[in-house]
């Protein structure tokens, strides 16, 4: 994800190469920043929204906007954006934000960046359907819930943030489209203690969120790193890939067809069982790069035929007959 300052330059480049937006910012005129000191409140205004649309370049006609950059501005609440209906994108981040409110006008809303504030719930987004990413890392949720109404909702990251319990995962059920969850650095699977006790209650609070984890049908990226889980479960990685029928990353790291080909052998039939699959799934692998080798030598006669009856393949470099025979010539290569 490009910075913030990034953002920013980006689209005041954008807007003054168009033509659009707000006017530049004019000597003698009261900035945001002191609209926003005067009130002594660190609460958003009509009219602090108003002028800082219009230093950053954007416009001033508040249902025009589809982007509001309100980052860093030690805001207490969400408020006064009732006018802006044409957000799609909202960024909030490192703020005082204690609750998601005042959101009700803003039905197109694509993206919510709140991270880094004070949120201990997720609620009042019944009219974001439309919500495709929702960032709250960094605050104070417990619970999972409230992402019903997002239908569309892919990515959610919910990183550093004070997620405990199997129970507190169980509102991410009610959001089955759900393909990118962050959950890194929270406290799944602690258990109090060091005595035999409490591992098994740590090893049956890891089974717990697995189970939970695993009935996410969608679920392509996820991120556990920082959580006691990943100490509890064993075999950590090799368990979440059989888990998660369709995971395609954990913790940062891709997996690969051999990967969880492996993974399921192992937990069917031990390291044994996983040896073979392993030399089964190269030998597969081989045997598909061996059949590319005949048809490499028939494009290859082809040519030769082709020249000398004084054919020449253009299209840039040889055309679909070049490209199979990259592709060919790509298989046996790996054969040797």
């Known amino acids: 994800m490009p910075t913030t300052v990034c953002a920013r330059d980006v689209l005041a480049r954008n807007m003054h190469a168009s033509g659009g937006g707000g006017a530049p910012r004019a000597w003698g005129r009261q900035t945001a920043d002191a609209l926003l000191r005067a009130s002594g409140t660190s609460r958003l205004s009509k009219e602090f929204l108003k002028q800082h649309c219009r230093e950053e370049n954007l416009y001033t006609t508040p249902d025009l906007n589809d982007q509001l950059y ?35 006008t803003l039905t197109g809303l694509k993206a919510l960046h709140l991270q880094h504030n004070r949120i201990a719930a997720i609620g009042n987004l ?66 109090a203690g060091a005595n035999l006790e409490a591992a098994e209650a740590a090893a049956a609070a890891a089974a717990a969120v697995l ?16 959580n006691p889980v990943t100490q509890a479960v064993p075999n950590y990685r090799k368990t979440m890939i059989v888990a998660c029928k369709n995971l395609e990353c954990l913790d940062g790291r891709p997996i690969l067809p051999k990967e ?8 069917r039939g031990g390291k044994q069982a996983e040896h073979a699959a392993r030399q089964a799934f190269a030998e597969a692998q081989r045997e598909a790069f061996a059949r590319g080798i005949p048809h490499l030598m028939e494009i290859q006669e082809q040519e030769r035929r082709d020249k000398a009856r004084g054919i020449v393949h253009g299209g840039g470099g040889g055309g679909a007959n070049s490209l199979a025979r990259a592709r060919a010539q790509s298989c046996y290569e790996c054969t040797h």
């Open 70 to 104: 309100l980052q860093h501005l030690g805001l207490a609440r969400m408020e006064n954006l009732e006018e802006y209906t044409g957000l799609r994108t909202l960024w909030l981040e490192g703020n005082r934000v204690a609750a998601i409110e005042n959101l009700e």
């Open 126 to 191: 019944h009219r974001q359907g439309a919500l495709d990413t929702l960032n709250l890392a960094g605050n104070l949720v417990t619970s999972v819930a409230g992402l019903g109404p997002l239908r569309v909702l892919r990515t959610l990251n919910l990183a550093h943030n004070r997620v405990q319990t199997a129970a507190g995962l169980l509102g991410l059920l009610a959001c089955p489209s759900l393909e990118a969850v962050d959950l890194g650095h929270n406290d799944l699977g602690a258990a």
């Open 211 to 226: 189970a939970v984890l695993g009935k996410m049908e969608n679920l392509r990226v996820l991120t556990l790193a920082g």
């Open 260 to 267: 969880r080909v492996a993974a399921e052998a192992f937990m």
